[in-house]
């Protein structure tokens, strides 16, 4: 059975608390119930993983590189200035796709850039949870067209 990781960086354990005008009143917990609906549909499985640092999220990236057939993350602020996260997902061979539950690109301007995306195979931007769901798709038919 095919398996993904699925990391989300800071402050998305925040959600439901965390400006809900933006990011929703669902949580962390519910985006993975649902993300776990969806790997079932599509015969997968998930590993989630949350920090709020920097050297976890890389140590993950590096843990998992030959157990994971790809990798949906949300590196939260870390997106634009963590050259690290970046060379760490450079450095592994499974497909990775950024995924961000707002619109980035309609927020404040730092958040326009990210360091990450062009080491990754696509980007998901303002679609909710529902970005998620279409990573994990796109990374399971790519997996089917290979």
């Not at 030959?66 to 450079?90: K, M, Q, W």
């Not at 301007?109 to 990754?120: D, G, K, N």
Request: proline share 3%; glycine share 8%; hydrophobic share 40%.
């Amino acid at each position: 059975m095919k398996t993904y990781l699925v990391l989300n960086g800071p402050n998305l354990n925040r959600l439901g608390l965390r400006e809900p005008g933006v990011y929703g009143h669902a949580t962390l917990t519910d985006l993975e119930q649902q993300l776990q609906v969806k790997a079932q549909e599509l015969g997968c499985q998930l590993i989630f993983k949350q920090s709020n640092h920097e050297g976890q999220i890389i140590d993950w990236i590096h843990e998992y590189a030959e157990d994971v057939n790809g990798l949906i993350i949300n590196p939260g602020a870390f997106t634009h200035y963590s050259y690290a996260i970046r060379d760490a997902i450079a450095s592994v061979s499974y497909p990775t796709i950024e995924v961000h539950i707002s619109n980035v690109h309609t927020r404040e301007a730092f958040r326009h850039h990210s360091v990450t995306a062009p080491v990754t195979v696509g980007q998901i931007v303002g679609l909710g949870f529902k970005g998620y769901h279409l990573a994990l798709i796109a990374l399971v038919e790519g997996e089917n067209e290979s």
